[in-house]
């Protein structure tokens, strides 16, 4: 699959700890001569953490994709009709957009996006990365798997052991995802060790 010219929405919810490996895979897109539309929710754009500021984020976004990131529900609304996104992207995807997303609640732009693309019946891909995937809201995970044009990065339990309710994207996988779920196919296989270390001894 050639990417070169597809426009692919990339959506970040607050799973701060993981924005330095979605900016690597953000490196990969535009070496694939993809065009990628940022897009944060609130949280990103409001909240500076241990791991970085909120302006250095979206500073960050920008320089990547050369694109301004979208910021508010208006500016996210036009990628349905107006300018369709070939792909949206979800990484990282956090429990409490997941059990939005699954329940139909678009309250900031990142689930605008997701939501203009399905209307246009193009891919949403998910990369989840949440505490609680396998508690309270895996009601809520597998009705999006089981949900049409929605795929998933493929994801593994990242602390078995400490948080065994705890699943994060293998992030490595982004950009083949993207080039599956664009084919209406889903990366196999969907769940994964997350390393070697926390395999089962």
């Known amino acids: ?23 690597v895979q953000l490196e990969k ?16 754009q409001n909240t500076d953490t241990k791991f970085g500021k909120a302006t250095d984020h979206i500073d960050e976004l ?6 301004k990131v979208i910021k508010t529900i208006p500016e996210a609304e036009p990628l349905g009709p107006k300018s369709p ?13 997941l059990s939005k997303m699954a329940n139909a609640q678009t309250d900031n732009p990142v689930l605008m996006a ?3 693309t399905l209307r246009n019946q ?15 809201n895996g009601t809520n995970l597998m009705k999006l798997m089981n949900s049409k044009n929605i795929y998933f990065i493929p994801f593994g339990q990242d602390d078995p052991y400490n948080k ?3 699943v994060s994207a293998k992030l490595d996988y982004l950009v083949d995802s993207v080039k599956a779920a664009l084919n209406d196919q889903q990366l196999q296989p969907i769940i994964i060790p997350y390393t070697a270390e926390n395999m089962l001894k």
């Open 1 to 23: 699959m050639n990417l070169a010219g597809k426009r692919i929405g990339i959506g970040l919810t607050g799973s701060h700890h993981t924005f330095k490996q979605v900016f």
């Open 29 to 44: 897109l535009m070496r694939e001569q993809a065009e990628v539309i940022p897009i944060v929710s609130y949280t990103v």
């Open 62 to 67: 920008e320089r990547i994709t050369g694109n």
């Open 85 to 97: 996104l070939d792909c949206m992207v979800i990484a990282p995807l956090t429990g409490n957009s």
């Open 114 to 116: 997701a939501k203009s």
């Open 122 to 136: 193009n891919p949403v891909l998910l990369g989840v990365t949440t505490n609680d995937a396998l508690g309270l």
């Open 164 to 166: 065994p309710n705890s």
